[in-house]
């Protein structure tokens, strides 16, 4: 089975860094896209970035310039840089996972949550 851990969420003050780590386990497939999503209580889940196996990233316009995704293909772990971080970026954020065997991902798609097979358990993230 597929698993995804996040890590890396915690308590910072405005303007403030930090970085989410997902580690992917039991992934099998050739390809794939990953994607943060965040979704704070009472709204919706919303993608804030994604990469594609061969580089290709992807971000929310709320978070170019601040956020950064990156992935260590050696380590299998993706990877979610924050910073000058804002109130309204606290929420839970989860790492998703897509094997494109079904679909393709890329930057008209990538932030639909639908799209994504496999989702980790989140890390909460306050400011």
């Not at 386990?25 to 990953?34: E, Q």
């Amino acid at each position: 089975d597929v698993q995804l851990v996040e890590s890396g969420g915690g308590l910072v003050q405005p303007g403030g860094s930090l970085r989410l780590s997902c580690a992917a386990s039991g992934y099998t497939y050739s390809s794939y896209c990953m994607g943060w999503f965040r979704q704070a209580p009472g709204k919706e889940r919303e993608g804030v970035a994604g990469i594609r196996r061969n580089g290709d990233a992807y971000y929310a316009d709320s978070v170019k310039g601040r956020f950064t995704i990156s992935q260590d293909n050696s380590k299998n772990t993706v990877y979610l840089q924050m910073n000058s971080l804002r109130p309204e970026d606290s929420a839970m954020y989860y790492c998703a996972a897509d094997s494109l065997r079904y679909r393709s991902l890329g930057a008209v798609n990538w932030d639909f949550a639908g799209n994504y097979e496999y989702w980790g358990q989140g890390t909460q993230v306050t400011v």
